[in-house]
């Protein structure tokens, strides 16, 4: 990764406006440490109430987060490999980031959404951290619980939609009895979620045996068009978190298999798939500044387009390379 990276940055170089060498320089410090970041980020996410904590907890075969029947988590949650369990939380102070440790006690207080206005603990917190020795997690993996989108607090969408552009493999987590109102959901978020991408329809135990195939052909019909680009497929997977059924253990089994071999690789096509991604936009950008503008500026404009093409040819071929390695 630090390679391309290298490479990236020595055609950036050659860029002759100033206001295109700037808002790249821009995508490029500010995705720097996620770039270079050692763990590979699985983040959970989905409509609010939708059982991504129970998930994580089924997954990881313990209670490790908060999982309760009505809409919870209120921050971030880092779930990682520590030798002793450990809890600490992340304050935003002066724009620096203060670690506090707190005790497994207080996790509800300090991770679930309505104790947030009655406890001076949960003031500023940007994330919580759970070590556990969790064999799951002592490879190259970290997973994270996220706050539910389109939660009637619009903060809990913000702070989601924030931590997932900065994440290696999404988990998008649908409540399978609301099939039918996704189409928009899915349109809305997916563009932004579009690399490595499964879905996960929980709460299938709710659902009558007789309608079950139904909903799953539906979900099939819905998801035909959104695949798992290292799989090539529409990875989609019908479970029940709570009672932890034979779903639920294919679905743990494909994370430890899939996720733990190919992990290295998800983190770079991620990465370089949201370079890619934000390198596309200031190139279609150029495009229409090119038309508009005098002679002596279109020739450095019409550089700096040729520069981003070679730049985008390059990620390309290398996300290429990677899913097919």
């Known amino acids: 990764m630090r390679e391309i990276l290298q ?17 790249v320089d821009e995508i490029m410090h500010n995705n720097q440490e996620f770039f270079c970041y050692p763990k590979t980020k699985v983040s959970l996410c989905g409509r609010f109430n939708t059982g991504k904590s129970a998930l994580i907890n089924a997954i990881l075969q313990s209670n490790v987060v908060v999982s309760r029947p009505i809409s919870s988590t209120g921050v971030i949650t880092r779930v990682y490999y520590n030798p002793l369990e450990s809890y600490s939380l992340i304050k935003s102070n ?109 709460k299938m135990d709710a659902i009558e045996e007789k309608d079950r195939q139904e909903i799953k052909d539906l979900a099939r019909v819905y998801f035909s068009n959104y695949y798992n680009p290292l799989t090539y497929n529409s990875d989609i997977f019908f479970v029940s978190a709570r009672t932890k059924d034979n779903d639920m253990t294919e679905l743990s089994s494909y994370f430890r298999k899939f996720i733990s071999t190919n ?58 390379m990677k899913q097919l390695s």
């Open 263 to 320: 992990a290295t690789k998800i983190a770079v096509v991620s990465r370089l798939s949201i370079l890619k991604y934000e390198l596309l936009k200031i190139y279609e950008m150029l495009k229409g500044l090119i038309e508009e503008s005098d002679r002596s500026k279109k020739k450095l404009l019409m550089d700096d387009k040729k520069i981003l093409s070679s730049i985008l040819i390059e990620l390309k071929q290398q996300i290429t």
């Open 7 to 23: 490479i990236i940055a020595h055609k950036t170089k050659n860029l002759k406006n100033s206001s295109t060498k700037k808002m």
């Open 94 to 202: 002066c724009g620096t980031g203060e670690v506090v440790p707190f005790s497994a006690e207080q996790l509800t207080e300090v991770t679930v959404k309505d104790n947030f206005n009655n406890s001076k603990n949960v003031l500023d917190i940007s994330r919580v951290d759970i070590g556990i020795p969790n064999v799951f997690l002592q490879g190259d993996i970290e997973i994270y619980d996220t706050p539910g989108l389109e939660d009637s607090d619009n903060r809990m969408t913000d702070v989601t939609m924030n931590h997932l552009n900065h994440s290696d493999f999404i988990i998008f987590v649908i409540d399978a009895m609301q099939l039918k109102d996704l189409k928009e959901l899915l349109m809305k978020y997916y563009e932004r979620l579009g690399k490595n991408v499964i879905f996960v329809a929980n």
